[in-house]
């Protein structure tokens, strides 16, 4: 009795085992690709002219001037940072009950449905589009970038807690509800410590995207460091702008690894 050569080496298999489709799936994308990009619109005395200001801005971010417009700079530092802050403290509040009630496994339908509603919402829009509609309603300022950012951590906290109740260890839950416990206290003592530990880290994860959020939403009027850095950019205050930028990059590297050390020991 023989027996056939296995494989040595693993090939993966093709996705079209036709070679004269595969072949002509290629070449249309490849003309494809080739079409797209010859019907970009490329004013090339315009990047001609942008070469310079690029290399303006280069030599202003090598000399970046902290003193000039600190006064504006702080201000909108500050406008931020209490932007960051409260908004994810509204956005857990207010995703914790959503979370839950968007969990099948612990939710009626309706309340489920309802649920998974607002986080579909809340997850529809990018935050500049939802900044752009509250600075309509309420007016430029930091108010704005607030209930922005709340809104937008409430889909992105809600979804994910949502998902990690989903895939608790039933076992534990159900041990807590066969001691006669109500709905509560299977949330609580069933189902809270095995998903807390997430929820702190991804609120840790949530307080840094609102910071570098705040940056770019003030672009749109919605307050923050990002309204300084856009005037100083439209004033052609490269130095400033630098000096701006340097500051957001060394408040995220420090946000990212300080909720980097406490995720690690909380998870």
């Known amino acids: 009795m023989t027996?056939?050569?296995?494989?040595?080496?693993?090939?993966?298999?093709?996705?079209?085992?036709?070679?004269?489709?595969r072949w002509a799936v290629y070449l249309g994308s490849l003309t494809y690709l080739v079409l797209a990009?010859?019907?970009?619109?490329?004013?090339?005395?315009?990047?001609?002219?942008?070469?310079?200001?690029?290399?303006?801005?280069?030599?202003?971010?090598?000399?970046?001037?902290f003193v000039s417009r600190w006064g504006d700079i702080a201000q909108g530092m500050q406008e931020s940072l209490t932007m960051t802050v409260t908004s994810t403290v509204v956005g857990?509040?207010?995703?914790?009950p959503i979370g839950i009630g968007a969990a099948r496994n612990i939710a009626p339908l309706p309340i489920y449905l309802v649920c998974r509603g607002i986080i579909a919402l809340s997850r529809s829009f990018q935050e500049i589009i939802i900044a752009i509609l509250f600075?309509?309603?309420f007016g430029f300022g930091p108010f704005a970038g607030f209930l922005t950012l709340s809104f937008a951590t409430i889909g992105f906290l809600a979804k994910l807690l949502a998902e990690d109740i989903?895939?608790?260890?039933?076992?534990?839950?159900e041990a807590v509800r066969a001691?006669?416990?109500?709905?509560?206290?299977?949330?609580?003592?069933?189902?809270?410590?095995?998903v807390m530990p997430r929820l702190i880290g991804l609120s840790l994860y949530r307080l840094d995207i609102n910071f570098r959020?705040?940056?770019?939403?003030?672009?749109?009027?919605?307050?923050?460091?990002?309204?300084?850095?856009?005037?100083?950019?439209?004033?052609?205050?490269?130095?400033?702008?630098?000096?701006?930028l340097i500051i957001i990059?060394?408040?995220?590297?420090?946000?990212e690894y300080g909720s980097s050390i406490i995720r690690g020991r909380i998870q």
Do not use: C, H
């Open 37 to 65: 990009f010859a019907s970009v619109d490329v004013n090339w005395v315009r990047v001609y002219e942008g070469l310079d200001r690029g290399l303006r801005f280069v030599k202003g971010f090598l000399v970046p001037d």
């Open 166 to 173: 989903e895939d608790i260890d039933e076992a534990q839950a």
């Open 135 to 137: 600075v309509a309603m």
């Open 249 to 255: 990059i060394v408040i995220v590297m420090i946000a």
């Open 3 to 21: 027996t056939a050569a296995m494989p040595t080496v693993w090939r993966r298999p093709p996705l079209i085992t036709n070679p004269r489709l």
């Open 92 to 96: 857990i509040l207010i995703s914790v």
């Open 179 to 194: 001691t006669g416990a109500g709905w509560w206290q299977v949330v609580n003592y069933g189902i809270q410590p095995q």
């Open 213 to 244: 959020e705040s940056s770019v939403i003030g672009i749109v009027g919605a307050g923050g460091i990002g309204a300084t850095l856009n005037t100083a950019m439209d004033r052609y205050e490269y130095d400033s702008a630098a000096a701006i």
